[in-house]
Nanobody, 123 residues
Framework: QGQLVESGGASVQVGGSLRLSCVASGFTFTYYSMAWFRQSPGKEREGVALISGGGTATRYGDSVKGRFAISRDDDKNTLYLQMNSLKTEDTALYFC????????????????WGQGTQVTVSS
């Protein structure tokens, strides 16, 4: 059974940076597209960033373009999200997800989900 475990969430000030990690186990990581989503209280889940298996293609939500970068290390079965120039509106619980269909993954159709890591940005 596949498992995803996120880490790296923290409380930071506006303009700061964080790097989230997501370690995968129980499935062949390199064959899966991976994504980061986020959700804050009272809001719908939002796609943040996505990367294809092999890392050849990426996609970002409009609100994070130019500030966040997704990457993966298939040797370590690990997904990353580098977050720079953080804003208060980036405050959310961040989840990673794995899916075999990249076109469906962005819409939340994932095979595996992590439990999330909290990011809080304060002014």
């Amino acid at each position: 059974q596949g498992q995803l475990v996120e880490s790296g969430g923290a409380s930071v000030q506006v303009g700061g940076s964080l790097r989230l990690s997501c370690v995968a186990s129980g499935f062949t990581f390199t064959y899966y597209s991976m994504a980061w989503f986020r959700q804050s209280p009272g809001k719908e889940r939002e796609g943040v960033a996505l990367i294809s298996g092999g890392g050849t293609a990426t996609r970002y939500g409009d609100s994070v373009k130019g500030r966040f970068a997704i990457s993966r290390d298939d040797d370590k079965n690990t997904l990353y999200l580098q977050m720079n120039s953080l804003k208060t509106e980036d405050t959310a619980l961040y989840f990673c997800a794995a899916g075999q269909r990249i076109d469906r993954l962005w819409h939340g159709d994932a095979n595996y989900w992590g439990q999330g890591t909290q990011v809080t940005v304060s002014s």
